[in-house]
């Protein structure tokens, strides 16, 4: 779907390709539209960077309100995806039963409700935080919808590697609420996102190869061989690890040791996959993709533990 494509949609009449959902069950269609379990992988890395911000506890309040505001923020890239993917989505098995493949909402249903959720986490974050949280969220928005989505998607292999930076602004955002600037932890956090993402898709996308060539969507299984989609995968995996362990002139050895830690098992899980590749086989890749959201949801839980924990930090070695 082009830019023309969506200003036809909210000019002309809409009509759903199947039966329209009703009552409870048009709010679930619209809760399925923001992708709820991506946004709770997005949430769990904003407390931690809000505790590391504050070193401490941040004012309850300014929590709830940020986890409100980025979700709305999450919810409206979501959904705004789903109405420009709609055609896509109705090819590929594992996202065809979405509202709008499906019919139970319409495409312009789907816009208008997008576009309201992001009106709103910029309203949130303003009111309860900062300016500047506020317009990141914004600036996330509109990165993941076009530059990711209607840009890259369907044009380049390097579509995740750059379009996952939108996912990497949630740490950012909590960071800025907090302290109204942002500061080269924030960055860190941002860039471990940002390595991790290609490592956690590309698996996914092993597994949907079928679908994502059926979609004609060039990721990088569908457009290179096994061999290829493992060995950069083992690559970001350790700059993923390599990355988390630049927090520690902020962080205790309690972090340090909970990310190296973790890091080694994440890692052997994507060196597994690259020798089942490498051998000829298969490769069983959802084990490196369900390690990877394991890995990524403890490590930021291990921020938040060493700062609760009170520990000083390591500081600088010099």
């Keep these: ?38 946004i709770r992988l997005l949430l769990v890395t904003t407390v931690p960077a809000m505790l590391l911000a504050a070193r401490g506890v941040p004012s309850l309040w300014l929590v709830l309100w940020t986890l409100v505001g980025g979700a709305a923020a999450a919810g409206s890239a979501n959904a705004l995806n789903c109405v420009i993917d709609a055609d896509i989505d109705k090819v590929m098995n594992r996202t ?36 500047l949280a506020a317009s990141l969220a914004v600036a996330a928005i509109l990165f993941y919808v076009l530059v990711y989505t209607l840009v890259l ?19 950012v955002i909590g960071w800025a609420a ?46 290179a061989p096994p061999e290829v989609v493992a060995r950069r995968t083992v690559a970001y995996a350790w700059l993923t690890v390599g990355i988390s362990l630049l927090l520690f002139p ?12 973790l890091g080694g098992w994440f890692l052997s899980r994507a060196h597994r996959l690259q020798s089942q590749v490498r051998r000829g086989e298969a ?8 390690a990877s959201i394991g890995y990524l949801a403890a490590v930021f839980a291990g921020i938040a533990v060493d700062v609760l924990v009170g520990l000083p930090p390591i500081g600088w070695p010099f």
């Design 1 to 38: 779907m082009t830019i023309g494509d969506l200003r036809e949609v909210v000019v002309a009449p809409s009509a759903p390709t199947g039966v329209p959902a009703r009552g409870g069950e048009k709010v679930r269609a619209y809760l399925a539209l923001t992708k709820p379990r991506i």
């Design 283 to 290: 490769g069983e890749p959802m084990p490196v993709f369900h």
């Design 153 to 171: 998607k369907r044009r380049t292999s390097q579509n995740i590697v750059w379009g996952g930076a939108a996912g990497c602004m949630p740490v």
């Design 96 to 131: 065809r039963e979405r509202p709008l493949a499906t019919g139970a909402l319409s495409v312009r249903q789907g816009l208008f409700f997008g576009l309201g959720l992001g009106v709103l986490a910029f309203a949130v974050l303003w009111a309860t935080s900062n300016l």
């Design 178 to 223: 907090v302290t109204g600037t942002v500061d080269w932890p924030a960055w860190v956090m941002f860039a471990v996102i940002f390595v991790w993402t290609p490592a956690h898709f590309w698996t996914l996308a092993m597994r949907y190869r079928e679908d994502y060539a059926a979609a004609r969507v060039p990721m990088l299984p569908v457009v």
């Design 250 to 261: 902020v962080t205790s050895w309690v972090y340090v040791a909970v990310a190296g830690v």
